[in-house]
């Protein structure tokens, strides 16, 4: 009798026959090897940008730390040749529980960015959250995931006008959900980059979400007419020189008309005093919610307390991260969190997980204490500096593929049953 021929297998039967004719995987398998190729292969900033935690790292180390205080018990004689990774979201089936991460400024990995990742989670299957640091407009990367899933990250601007038209947008290129990331307001004391004294933003990477924006575009024009902008001119050492021809490479419009125009440093400077507003409160979601017929989910959440609030200002989901440890040092691990918010969800919403997650055991771990579905982070982006849009493709169907065969050495055919009675927590002393 022949079984079902499982995604996990036949990934790996792939690699192994590719083997024969001395073709490698594009990127490593194995988690550690992956970061540290990939960090290797970046420039400089863009090494510090990346693997930088807040203040001291001692969040990104607790993320890492809760993962290793459980354990995962396999049982045996068990028929697992049948398995299903698929998962359902707001009504729609995916083939896996995981989505991508929405990252800002994946041009500092690869000149493809977001265009890249949209063509490779498209081709694995994997939904995109589209970013609102995004290196391309989300026109173009909703473009390339043609009709695949995607949601929009919005990081929540001081002007109303801003969010709104984002909000907007989302909607007309196809977004099927909002992602309201709230631990976002400023940015946090990160070493990496305040010792390099590097803000991709400043040099406009990672804001073509605003530059391509009719109300941010207003808004700039404004404050040019008004004078509130005033065109100074940098001194002309070589770092300023280099810092406006990146502005006006990246900025709308021909580059030589850039080089004199003063829309780019205008652009850079007004988003950067618009990015944030930190007067936001639970009941502003309630203006959101009349903006939006699509799903919201809050993103950043750490507290129950925090949890129940959610669900008292109707949210449609959560998602538990702490931003991957780049914006609280000294926080509890992301998946400490976990077990607390989905006691306290109930099931009432979906409740999704990131942060610290290196490969497919630490999702199996996430699901067992409670997530409905785990955000793939800093992997598809080491996958995308090593190896482009292959590299980020074949880092999405590794995980699905882990997962596959993780699910089948630990006796379990299906997601809902990856549950806490799958785990232990490790010994201490």
């Not at 992602?179 to 010792?195: N, Y």
């Not at 024009?221 to 008004?226: I, P, S």
Request: glycine share 8%.
């Amino acid at each position: 009798m022949t079984t079902p021929d499982s995604f996990g297998r036949r990934i790996q039967s792939s690699i192994y026959e590719n083997g024969i004719f001395g073709i490698r995987p594009a990127v490593p398998t194995a988690p550690t090897v992956l970061e540290r190729k990939a960090l290797d292969h970046l420039s400089a900033d863009a090494r510090a940008y990346v693997e930088t935690g807040a203040g001291s790292g001692a969040t990104m180390a607790a993320n890492r730390a809760a993962f290793d205080r459980w354990r995962i018990v396999p049982r045996l004689l068990r028929d697992v040749s049948d398995r299903d990774t698929s998962i359902e979201l707001f009504g729609r089936r995916h083939p896996s529980p995981f989505l991508t991460c929405p990252i800002g400024v994946l041009e500092l990995a690869d000149t493809g960015a977001d265009l890249a990742v949209a063509r490779a989670a498209r081709q694995a299957g994997t939904p995109m959250i589209i970013s609102s640091q995004a290196s391309y407009p989300m026109e173009q990367i909703a473009g390339e995931l043609a009709d695949h899933e995607r949601w929009f990250q919005l990081y929540w601007s001081n002007e109303d006008a801003v969010v709104e038209s984002f909000v907007h947008r989302a909607e007309q290129c196809g977004c099927s959900a909002i992602v309201v990331t709230l631990d976002t307001m400023v940015l946090s004391w990160r070493t990496g980059d305040l010792d390099r004294a590097y803000l991709p933003f400043a040099r406009a990477m990672g804001i073509a979400q605003y530059t391509s924006d009719p109300e941010f575009q207003r808004i700039v024009q404004e404050r040019l007419d008004q004078g509130e902008i005033p065109d100074v001119a940098a001194k002309p050492t070589p770092a300023a020189v280099k810092s406006l021809f990146t502005m006006a490479r990246r900025h709308p419009g021909e580059f030589r008309e850039n080089l004199t125009s003063p829309l780019p440093k205008a652009s850079v400077r007004t988003f950067l005093e618009v990015f944030s507003r930190t007067t936001l409160t639970w009941q502003d979601l309630a203006w959101l919610r009349d903006r939006t017929s699509l799903p919201i989910l809050v993103k950043g959440l750490q507290s129950a307390q925090d949890a129940a609030l959610a669900l008292q200002h109707g949210v449609d989901g959560i998602i538990v991260s702490n931003h991957g440890g780049r914006q609280l040092d000294g926080a509890l691990g992301s998946l400490d969190a976990l077990p607390p918010i989905v006691a306290e969800v109930g099931g009432r919403v979906p409740v999704l997980f990131d942060s610290g997650v290196r490969c497919a055991s630490d999702a199996f771990k996430a699901l067992a204490l409670g997530a409905d579905a785990v955000c793939l982070g800093r992997p598809f982006v080491y996958g995308l500096a090593l190896a482009g849009e292959q590299g980020v493709r074949e880092v999405l169907e590794h995980f699905r593929a882990e997962l596959d065969l993780t699910m089948a050495v630990a006796g379990v055919t299906a997601i809902d049953q990856i549950t806490r009675d799958t785990l232990v927590e490790a010994p201490t002393g």
